[in-house]
T-cell receptor
Framework: DTEVTQTPKHLVMGMTNKKSLKCEQH?????MYWYKQKAKKPPELMFV???????INESVPSRFSPECPNSSLLNLHLHALQPEDSALYLC???????????????FGPGTRLTVL | QKEVEQNSGPLSVPEGAIASLNCTYS??????FFWYRQYSGKSPELIMS????GDKEDGRFTAQLNKASQYVSLLIRDSQPSDSATYLC???????????FGKGTRLSVIA
């Protein structure tokens, strides 16, 4: 089973709202990722967690706040977003971050975020 | 120099033909390579991975890797309209870091 789940599927929020995106995997993977994808662009890495610790932050604005409560869960807390933050937010997981074939990344279905 | 390059397309092929998708990468130490398929509005789905020079076949899909030329390709035989999607080439950065994606090639299979 290579399933990564994400909730919600769709989210519409105002610029003053606070919301959270959730991601879950039960494959025993120790690396989890958040990507942002705009239309007709490739996924753009935001954050990487390795063994529940933040290992990479790709200079993402502080209005995006990741959290990894345990090895199976990954959250992305959103606050004071801008309309240009509207995008598909993808969660992925892999066994580790080594980049070998054994560290293949599997993506969840994504959350389509619209910021009004 | 961009790290992973793909022709953005669109690449149009007739149903039943072979579709050939190409990708070049700049990091010579890259060891493994991934092809993802992404339908419009959906998330990327892994279809092939390869780490050895040569060909790797899986059903109608064949991945080809040439590390000396820093080139990886994906062939889709007997293309079907359901293969119409964007194909993303992904390569890990050197060291203990995650994937770098190419911009993707949009494939259109015409019935």
């Amino acid at each position: 089973d290579t399933e990564v789940t994400q909730t919600p599927k769709h989210l519409v929020m105002g610029m003053t709202n606070k919301k959270s995106l959730k991601c879950e995997q039960h494959m025993g993977h120790r690396a989890m990722y958040w990507y942002k994808q705009k239309a007709k662009k490739p996924p753009e890495l935001m954050f990487v967690y390795s063994y529940e610790k933040l290992s990479i932050n790709e200079s993402v604005p502080s209005r995006f706040s990741p959290e990894c409560p345990n090895s199976s869960l990954l959250n992305l807390h959103l606050h004071a977003l801008q309309p240009e933050d509207s995008a598909l937010y993808l969660c992925a997981s892999s066994h580790n971050t080594g980049g070998s074939i054994g560290d293949t990344q599997y993506f969840g279905p994504g959350t389509r975020l619209t910021v009004l | 120099q961009k790290e992973v390059e793909q022709n953005s397309g669109p690449l149009s092929v007739p149903e039943g033909a072979i579709a050939s998708l190409n990708c070049t990468y700049s990091d010579r130490v890259s060891q493994s390579f991934f092809w993802y398929r992404q339908y419009s509005g959906k998330s990327p789905e892994l279809i092939m991975s390869i780490y050895s020079n040569g060909d790797k076949e899986d059903g109608r899909f064949t991945a080809q890797l040439n590390k000396a030329s820093q080139y990886v390709s994906l062939l889709i035989r007997d293309s079907q309209p359901s293969d119409s999607a964007t194909y993303l080439c992904a390569v890990p950065r050197s060291g203990n870091t995650p994937l770098v994606f190419g911009k993707g090639t949009r494939l259109s299979v015409i019935a």
